[in-house]
């Protein structure tokens, strides 16, 4: 039996996916968003969070998965990345679980039309539910978290 892992589950569409609870410093409801020019088109831009301001990505973008309106479920997920926080537009955030290590397979290829260098792993969660688990750090490259930064000066 490996470590347990306590993970965030968020929706983007029909998949489920997951974040270690340690990366994660709040989740919010949309709020307005003030749009940034000359950043990449998954950087919908800032939000003002309790006075600290935080670059907001669409997560459905990042992944070029398709765009769909953001609803009364939709949230931010704000995370610590590279030693900045990071808020990611998602279509709900829908609870917290524990996961046994022993039960995150390496991911495929190609899982869903994401790259496998954004995800950590599959968790197998039983009765055929299975846990696409985000690798943060593969998520935004290295040029990026350089933009993000000028960002919140």
């Known amino acids: ?8 589950v968020f929706a983007l569409g029909s998949e489920e ?5 340690d990366k994660v410093r709040t989740i919010e409801r949309l709020s307005p968003i003030t749009r940034v020019p000359k950043t990449a088109t998954f950087i919908k831009g800032v939000i003002n969070l309790r006075g600290v301001v ?9 992944f070029n998965l398709t765009e769909t309106a953001t609803t009364e479920n939709s949230r931010i997920i ?4 590279a030693d900045i926080e990071v808020g990611f537009i998602v279509d ?5 679980i524990d ?10 290829e190609i899982v869903g039309g994401i790259k496998a260098k954004y995800l950590r792993g599959i968790a197998k969660l039983g009765e055929g539910r299975l846990l696409i688990m985000l690798n943060l750090s593969e998520v935004l ?5 350089i933009q993000l930064e000028q960002l919140e000066v």
């Open 141 to 145: 490259n290295k040029n990026e978290i």
């Open 17 to 21: 996916y997951g974040i270690e609870v």
């Open 54 to 62: 935080v670059p907001v990505i669409d997560l459905r973008g990042r």
């Open 1 to 8: 039996m490996g470590e347990e892992l306590k993970v965030i």
């Open 99 to 108: 996961i046994d290590t022993d039960t995150i397979d390496l991911p495929p």
């Open 92 to 96: 709900s955030a829908n609870d917290v």
């Open 78 to 81: 704000v995370v610590s990345v």
